[in-house]
Nanobody, 126 residues
Framework: QVQVVESGGGSVQSGGSLSLSCVASGLTDSNYCMAWFRQPPGKEREGVAMFDSDGNPDYADSVKGRFTISQDKFLNTLTLQMNKVKPEDTAMYYC????????????????????WGQGTQVSVSS
């Protein structure tokens, strides 16, 4: 059974740092795509970071230069290092998994992912 679990959220002051982790279980091979999404209060879910089809990190413009995504395909983990956080980063953060293929352009859409973690809340105060 495939499962995705996030951890590491919490409250932080503006300008601070926070690290989110995600682990996937039940995978049978390394041909999968994992990504970070977030949903700010009262807004739609949006993509934050993932790896593109060439294995390069791809970030939302709003987090470029501040967030760093990393992945360990042996351990099936995905990490999001959040630096210089801003109040507008406040959101529920979700780890998403598509166990059927490597990352492609279509994974910019949340509908491309069939498995989601329960979410971890990040709150940034000014």
């Amino acid at each position: 059974q495939v499962q995705v679990v996030e951890s590491g959220g919490g409250s932080v002051q503006s300008g601070g740092s926070l690290s989110l982790s995600c682990v996937a279980s039940g995978l049978t091979d390394s041909n999968y795509c994992m990504a970070w999404f977030r949903q700010p209060p009262g807004k739609e879910r949006e993509g934050v970071a993932m790896f593109d089809s060439d294995g390069n990190p791809d970030y939302a413009d709003s987090v470029k230069g501040r967030f760093t995504i990393s992945q360990d395909k042996f351990l099936n983990t995905l990490t999001l290092q959040m630096n210089k956080v801003k109040p507008e980063d406040t959101a529920m953060y979700y780890c998403a998994l598509d166990p059927t293929s490597l990352c492609g352009y279509w994974h910019s859409r949340s509908a491309s992912f069939g498995y989601w973690g329960q979410g971890t809340q990040v709150s940034v105060s000014s």
